[in-house]
C-alpha cells in the first residue's frame, strides 16, 4: 500500500484561485517532499519539509507539515494556467528511497 | 548539464523478449533509482543503488534486475518481459546526506509497452 496518499484525487480552479492538496502518510519521516509532473514529463522537486519542521515557503508555495496527524499540504497560491499538473507528495522514512503517493490532478482554467 | 538521461525512450516488446532501459547521470549523484508509474498508481520503486557496484530491491522488484558497474550509470533490465510490465519507467539520482533522501532529480521517462 502507498505511504502516502494525496487529496483530492483532482482539482479544477480558475485562474487566480488558491488551490491546496492534502496528504497523509502512514509511519514516522525524516522529511516530506513535494513533485510536478507535467504531462508527458518526468517530475521535477518542488520542496522538501523535515520533520522538525512545520511551515515553509517557496515563491507561491506553501507547505505544512503536522506530524502528529501525519500530513502535509501543499498551498499554491494565485495559480496559473501554467500550474496545471499532477502533484505527488514523497516521504523519506530512513529507508534511502522516497515512496510516492498517488498524486493530485490540478487543472487551472484560464 | 543534461542531468539524467535515460535511453531509449520508446519501446514496443513481444512477450517474452529481453531489454534494458539506460540510466546516466551527470551530477555525481551517489543515490540512483528506478520507479515505475501507472495510471492512478503513483510512482512504485523498483530498484535502488545507493553507490557503485550497490544495488537493492524496492516495492516492485519481481522480473526485473538492475547493474551499477559505473557510478553515472544504473541498468534495469527485463528478461523476459510480460504485458504486466507495461509501464512508464522513471530514473531518478540524488545526494543523498545523513542517510536521508534530499531532492531526487528524474528523467523524462521511458515509455515500454509489452504486447
Known amino acids: 500500500s502507498q505511504q502516502g496518499e494525496e487529496d483530492p484525487q483532482a482539482l479544477s480552479i480558475q485562474e487566480g484561485e488558491n488551490a491546496t492538496m492534502n496528504c497523509s502518510y502512514k509511519?514516522?519521516?525524516?522529511?516530506l517532499q513535494w513533485y510536478r509532473q507535467n504531462s508527458g514529463r518526468g517530475l521535477v522537486h518542488l520542496i522538501l519539509?523535515?520533520?522538525?519542521?512545520r511551515e515553509k515557503h517557496s515563491g507561491r508555495l506553501r507547505v505544512t507539515l503536522d506530524t502528529s496527524k501525519k500530513s502535509s499540504s501543499l498551498l499554491i497560491t494565485a495559480s496559473r494556467a501554467a500550474d496545471t499538473a499532477s502533484y505527488f507528495c514523497?516521504?523519506?522514512?530512513?529507508?534511502?528511497?522516497?515512496?510516492f503517493g498517488s498524486g493530485t490532478r490540478l487543472q487551472v482554467q484560464p | 548539464n543534461a542531468g539524467v538521461t535515460q535511453t531509449p525512450k520508446f519501446r514496443v516488446l513481444k512477450t517474452g523478449q529481453s531489454m534494458t532501459l539506460l540510466c546516466a547521470q551527470d551530477?555525481?549523484?551517489?543515490?540512483m533509482y528506478w520507479y515505475r508509474q501507472d495510471p492512478g498508481m503513483g510512482l512504485r520503486l523498483i530498484h535502488y543503488?545507493?553507490?557503485?557496484?550497490?544495488?537493492a530491491k524496492g516495492e516492485v522488484p519481481d522480473g526485473y534486475n538492475v547493474s551499477r558497474l559505473k557510478k553515472q550509470n544504473f541498468l534495469l533490465g527485463l528478461e523476459s518481459a510480460a504485458p504486466s510490465q507495461t509501464s512508464v519507467y522513471f530514473c531518478?539520482?540524488?545526494?543523498?546526506?545523513?542517510?536521508?533522501?534530499?531532492?531526487?532529480?528524474f528523467g523524462e521517462g521511458s515509455r515500454l509497452t509489452v504486447l
Open positions: 531518478a539520482s540524488g545526494q543523498g546526506a545523513n542517510l536521508a533522501t534530499g531532492e531526487l532529480f
Open positions: 543503488s545507493v553507490g557503485e557496484g550497490t544495488t
Open positions: 519539509i523535515r520533520s522538525n519542521e
Open positions: 509511519t514516522s519521516i525524516n522529511n
Open positions: 551530477m555525481n549523484h551517489e543515490y
Open positions: 514523497a516521504t523519506d522514512t530512513g529507508r534511502r528511497a522516497l515512496t
